[in-house]
């Protein structure tokens, strides 16, 4: 390791192609693979910054993108000293350093993966700092890869050997964790003679990107595999030039497939009410949200807000954005708050209550809920329709009687916009015989008056009442329901 002083210098990225979207091998995983973008790093050197513009930064676009993948690779100007990569941001927000590899080595390189979990969803430029032992750096190439489905983080890591630098193929095994997991692996050969050359992959690896700089002084080349199993060894290989005083490194990391993390929006259409509900193996921050219905579906006076509740615990809304407040224009059709000075910790397996903030009277499933982390992500949560009421409990008791029964026949034959409260106990939306064996099916659930069992014989007259209600009101015409009037 070098004693001296090392000195921080802005490198640039150059964008110099962009590949087609690329899916997982064989269609086995959960990760896919949105896009690949090459760049390459600007330079001191004259040959390097004529030849690549090092004063424009890659610009990329990140949608759909949930993590960000950078492998890097450079070299020193100068014979014996180091260079390391320090820092790594895309649209002003920094990555992590997964494995890096460098030795001081003839012209000392170094082959970094870096990521970045839920990157901006838009267009942004990427930047990149180093720390040289003296005279920057020679030049760089950078591969770029865009993922979806990716758990939080890196699972397994790989790098060479720096004592074997001369040798190629030179490997870095790596162990996977999971099955259908991602493995990256890249090389970079930099050293004297300056004639390293342009690296390639070998298969299984597929190529993300390669390229070399200064007069072919130094070259990086990245690869990815698909891997179906966990605990496979994995030991990706490249072709690049060799022996003498060449400095060659590898490096390889793993990417695994991940469980979609949201919060979730969970509203009983028997009840009204709602819950959001936390991801149940990560605490989410959180500083606004908004619920959306097209149908009107929102009860706003029925709502209890975070800033009804003082959930952030700093007293009564006061205008100034330091704790939640309701957004304005609340309503049927829309409920949102924000807390525009801070942010609230939605932890694993959290329920917070929003009161009654579903009209059931309306009880149109169409409830869109969206939140902002504080990270500033904008993310779709889900919906989930899910009663807590007994079923064939009609009026909401707690118990499935006769006084649920009297409900259903005075309603049978409801062809459309029937309610839990009407005998619509399937959620379809009438009440017909389905409702009537749900009712009997569940009679006494909840425990009867004085705790007295029906006998069998008056559920069979349920059904008979309900078979003289349908023969009623069906008429002698057959008419369907849709097409009788004047009944009661």
């Known amino acids: 390791m070098t004693t001296e002083v090392r000195t921080r210098a802005v490198l640039a990225f150059t964008v110099l192609a962009a590949a087609l979207p690329v899916a997982a091998a064989g269609g086995t995983s959960a990760i896919s693979i949105v896009s690949t973008t090459k760049g390459y790093l ?99 190439v ?14 397994g890591i790989g790098d060479s050997d720096a004592a074997n630098y001369s040798v190629a193929p030179i490997t870095s095994s790596i162990t996977t964790t999971a099955d259908d997991s991602l493995v990256i692996a890249m090389v970079e050969n930099s050293g004297t003679p300056n004639s390293a050359g342009t690296p390639s992959v070998n298969s299984p690896l597929t190529l993300i990107a390669n390229g070399s700089w200064g007069n072919q002084w130094g070259g990086v080349a990245a690869g990815y595999q698909f891997v179906s199993n966990s605990g496979t060894t994995v030991t990706p290989t490249f072709t690049t030039n060799n022996g003498g005083t060449y400095a060659i490194h590898t490096v390889a990391a793993e990417f695994i497939p991940g469980v979609p993390h949201n919060l979730t929006l969970r509203v009983d259409p028997v009840t009204g009410d709602t819950k959001i509900l936390g991801d149940a193996t990560r605490t989410f921050s959180i500083n606004y949200y908004q619920i959306t219905s097209a149908g009107n579906s929102l009860d706003a006076a029925h709502w209890s807000s975070l800033a009804d509740q003082d959930f952030e615990g700093g007293g009564s809304p006061n205008g100034t954005g330091n704790g939640w407040e309701e957004a304005g224009g609340a309503g049927s059709h829309a409920l949102a708050e924000a807390f525009l000075l ?134 002698h015409d057959g008419f369907t329901w849709g097409e009788t009037h004047g009944e009661s």
């Open 142 to 155: 950078v591969a770029i890869i865009g993922l979806a489905g990716t758990a939080y983080g890196a699972a």
């Open 42 to 140: 600007g330079s001191d050197k004259t040959q390097v910054a004529t030849a690549h513009n090092g004063t424009t930064l890659v610009t990329y676009d990140a949608r759909g993108v949930n993590k960000l993948v950078i492998a890097i690779g450079t070299e020193a100007s100068f014979n014996g000293k180091s260079i390391d990569v320090t820092g790594l941001t895309f649209n002003g927000t920094g990555f992590t350093q997964i494995v890096q590899e460098r030795t001081l080595f003839g012209d000392g390189g170094t082959a970094e993966i870096w990521y970045l979990d839920n990157p901006y969803q838009g267009t942004g430029t990427f930047s990149v700092s180093t720390v040289s032992g003296g005279g920057g750096a020679n030049g760089g």
């Open 342 to 475: 801070g942010n609230s910790a939605i932890g694993a397996s959290a329920s917070i209550s929003l009161g009654k903030g579903y009209n059931v009277g309306v009880g149109a499933e169409d409830l869109v809920f969206t939140y902002r982390t504080d990270a500033g992500k904008i993310t779709d949560g889900l919906v989930e329709y899910v009663t807590s009421a007994l079923p064939g409990d009609a009026n909401l008791d707690g118990v499935v009687d006769a006084a649920d029964y009297i409900v259903l026949k005075k309603n049978f034959g409801t062809a459309s916009g029937a309610r839990y409260r009407n005998g619509d106990f399937d959620g379809d939306r009438d009440a017909d015989w389905d409702d009537l064996q749900i009712l009997t099916g569940n009679f006494g659930a909840g425990g009867l008056a004085d705790g007295i069992a029906p006998e069998p014989a008056s559920l069979g007259l349920l059904a008979i009442g309900a078979m003289a209600v349908i023969r009623r009101r069906r008429g």
